[in-house]
């Protein structure tokens, strides 16, 4: 355990923005569990709805730091091609 004051604010803090960013993170991933059910159910409204949520999220994690920007682009992208599928397959 920290001894110091500083130390024992920075334990405080850290574990704030822990819990902040683990929020964030799942949410993003509950985002995208959402669109790729609604993919496989071949619901293209539904899954239109739940891509912009999606997208959304993965932006505002990547704004926020919590995940890479490059990894943002790809899940991005990854979503943005399954919508495309299931519109082509409509």
Known sequence: MANIKS????????????????????????????FRTAAEANNYEAALAAYKVAVAKVDRAATKGVIAKNYAARQKSRLTRELNALRAAQ
């Not at 604010?9 to 985002?31: G, Q």
């Open 7 to 34: 130390a024992e604010k920075r334990v405080k803090v850290t574990a704030a923005r822990t819990l902040r960013n683990r929020m964030a993170k799942s949410a993003m991933k509950t985002a995208i569990k959402k």
